[in-house]
């Protein structure tokens, strides 16, 4: 699907060095009310990956996510967009650059897939710059790539949880952007909606993309991340691929949870198998 459906990502990792991080957090302070929950973190999203950022509830993951995305203002500390403080970019030079899955968005009572699709598109109007047929062609696109585009008619509101979380993926490519970042996409999905979901977002990573998630099922987080971020308490315990970073010892460590990896049978990832106080062989 990838291969055949291409929209321009705009720029890429040839506006830096190669390999260097577009997106980081330095020594970044965010908190709530006057709670902190994340204090002097550090993080680099690597370019042209699938980053995903798991830990236990609480721990600051989308306060991390929605802090990369300028959502949230930290208190002390830098997110650097392409080598600028993200906080003196103007909300549409950074809506051109990056592109954002709330969690559990909403659209408007009545707007149809295509509707939905087009306002991704707003960032690159002005009233110099109209609608114009290259929005259309990218809005096409973004339906197909997504597989949605039999659905560009159909009310938003009528679409089943799987069709919705692909609509809003769509949504966000037709931001035309090269890193994406998605907070939660496979939250109220049964299993194979949200195997459905993370092969698309896989496709998209393939097609050039950096990819930056927050997931809570572990074993789909290793199966589709190139590089984990490990959170507790705010902070980042472990950073790396999911080979290098699963471990039972850190499991207890981030999760407080008993657990033995093992190989996955049918991919090459770490896979986590939980240990409870019943239904367990103690051989």
Not at 56 to 69: A, F, H, I
Not at 140 to 169: C, F, H, N, Y
Request: aromatic share 2%; with cysteine; proline share 5%.
């Amino acid at each position: 699907m990838a291969a055949q459906y291409i929209i321009d990502a705009g720029p890429a990792v040839a506006d830096g060095a190669a390999g260097a991080a577009r997106l980081a957090a330095e020594d970044v302070t965010v908190g709530y009310g006057g709670r902190t929950v994340i204090d002097g973190l550090d993080v680099k999203i690597p370019p042209g990956v699938i980053t995903t950022i798991i830990g236990p509830n609480g721990c600051g993951k989308s306060t991390l996510l929605r802090t990369l995305t300028r959502l949230l203002k930290p208190t002390a500390g830098t997110v650097v967009l392409d080598g600028e403080d993200i906080g003196r970019l103007k909300t549409r030079t950074v809506a051109k650059k990056l592109g954002l899955l709330p969690q559990a968005p909403v659209a408007p009572d009545g707007l149809t897939v295509a509707d939905l699709v087009a306002r991704g598109r707003h960032p690159h109007q002005s009233w110099l710059r109209q609608w114009s047929s290259d929005d259309a062609d990218v809005v096409e696109k973004a339906l197909a790539m997504t597989g949605v585009a039999d659905l560009a008619d159909r009310p938003v509101d009528s679409l089943s949880g799987g069709q919705r979380q692909r609509v809003w993926i769509s949504m966000t490519l037709a931001q035309g952007t090269d890193l994406l970042l998605l907070d939660e996409p496979t939250t109220y999905l049964d299993l194979a909606h949200a195997i459905d979901v993370l092969d698309l977002v896989d496709d998209l990573h393939e097609s050039g993309r950096t990819v930056v998630m927050v997931l809570h099922d572990l074993n789909l987080a290793t199966r589709y991340s190139d590089n984990l971020v490990v959170m507790r308490d705010g902070a980042i315990l472990a950073q790396g691929h999911p080979r290098d970073v699963i471990t039972a010892e850190l499991l207890e460590e981030a999760f407080g949870l008993r657990a033995r990896v093992v190989d996955d049978p049918v991919g090459d990832r770490p896979l986590i198998v939980p240990i409870g106080r019943t239904h367990v062989r103690l051989d």
